[in-house]
């Protein structure tokens, strides 16, 4: 079997790691025990997570014991890294009902059954129980102030405050690392790379505390060829929960990314093989279409499964085909003298009403055949009635019932 560290190189996960060299020769050796750290932030997963999930399955189906750990305890501090604000607050309910939310979602992934069967933890099962006193005695010494303010994840927040609250959090995550080698002889851990220094920190102290080696590794971010996080859309984030963005939207952003993001796309996002990635990305023309095709349908599979994947695939190929009958229907309470500004926001295809109009004064924006010319249009002006197909562009055809 082919080891997990080539495996993700290849497919082009790894952005950092430390003592490579050490790391392949111990996944070759033994299966590994190691951890991905998810916050309950929301009540769902989004596309930020997907990345860390599809390097744990595939660590998983090369023999490796994966554990994923929901931050029921760091959730209610929040963490500094890559943000210029201190996180909300969140209660102890709205906490346990998130981290329900992420297992179900995992579970398409990654096996928590079966050979090298991933476990869940709740880190919120130690952090709530800790005497403060004997953690700064037992683990404070093992960290360097002047060495953590050198950190990318706290000079971000220098500018607007960084207070002694968000402080602990690069302590309470090696904490966790500490207690999963303790626990499950957890050697390993992995997440995105906005985390190096957090992760560090949890392989250093083993290393200091235990004698014991541990290893640290980072993933690359899916990203723009412009360097924006990939994920974003009209409205909002690109969430994996279908009642948050439905599997068609989720459908039609894979389907609509870059040319030259595809490939890229398809090792990182999906399990098809490299050979077959090549072959799908070898020409840069029109037959990259099959080729988001492809990777949208494989996405959109993992997430929702194989009936959504072809319903919304089917939607896809109706509304650029010009069916009518088999494309998305988005149902709105609106009267038909309702402003096409506000059907198109109202709908999700336009992310505010400045974009919807500066669409509209572009002359990208159709209601069936008619063009709409003003944002002071309406379909009742433009004489398309409650149910028409809104076009925005080429790329986002759906049909409209004003109910």
């Known amino acids: 079997m082919k080891n997990a560290l080539d495996i993700l190189k290849e497919r082009g996960f790894v952005k950092q790691t430390v003592y490579e060299d050490d790391l392949k020769k111990l996944l070759e050796s033994e299966s590994v025990p190691f951890y991905v750290g998810f916050d309950p932030t929301a009540d769902s997963l989004h596309i930020g997570h997907y990345i860390p999930i599809m390097a744990m399955a595939h660590m998983q189906r090369a023999g490796h014991k994966p554990i994923a750990l929901i931050g029921g305890g760091t959730a209610m501090i929040g963490d500094p890294s890559g943000r210029t604000d201190m996180r909300k607050m969140m209660t102890k309910e709205t906490i346990k009902h998130n981290c329900e939310c992420f297992v179900k979602q995992m579970g398409r992934f990654i096996r928590f059954d079966g050979e090298n069967a991933a476990i869940l933890v709740n880190n919120a099962d130690w952090l709530t129980e800790l005497n403060y006193i004997d953690f700064l005695r037992d683990f404070g010494i093992y960290f360097s102030v002047n060495k953590m303010l050198s950190c990318d994840c706290f000079k971000t927040r220098y500018e607007r405050g960084l207070n002694f609250l968000e402080f602990n ?99 990182l996002l999906t399990f098809l093989e490299l050979d077959e990635i090549d072959a799908l990305t070898a020409h840069n023309d029109e037959r990259m279409n099959k080729a988001k095709e492809r990777l949208a349908y494989e996405v959109t599979k993992l997430v929702h499964g194989e009936a959504e994947a072809e319903k919304a695939q089917a939607q896809a190929r109706a509304a650029f085909g010009g069916n009518e009958a088999e494309m998305q229907i988005i149902e709105l309470s609106l009267p038909v003298t309702t402003t096409v500004v506000d059907i198109m926001t109202a709908a999700g295809v336009a992310s505010s009403k400045s974009e919807a109009r500066r669409l509209i004064d572009g002359g990208g924006v159709r209601l069936g055949a008619v063009k709409a010319g003003t944002p002071a249009d309406t379909p009742e002006s433009l004489g398309v009635g409650k149910s028409f197909v809104l076009h925005k562009g080429k790329k986002v055809h759906v049909r409209i019932e004003l109910k």
């Not at 505390?209 to 974003?232: I, N, P, Q, W």
């Open 169 to 267: 959090y690069m302590l309470m995550q090696a904490y966790d690392f500490y207690m999963l080698y303790k626990k499950y002889g957890c050697k390993l851990e992995l997440g995105g790379n906005d985390q190096w220094s957090n992760i560090l920190a949890g392989a250093d102290v083993i290393r200091r505390k235990e004698s014991v080696d541990a290893y640290a590794m980072t993933f690359t971010l899916l990203e723009t060829s412009d360097g924006h996080k990939m994920g974003k859309t009209a409205k909002g984030a690109l969430w994996l929960d279908p009642e948050k963005t439905t599997p068609y939207e989720f459908y039609q952003y894979f389907r609509n990314v870059e040319d030259v993001k595809t490939a890229e796309c398809l090792r």
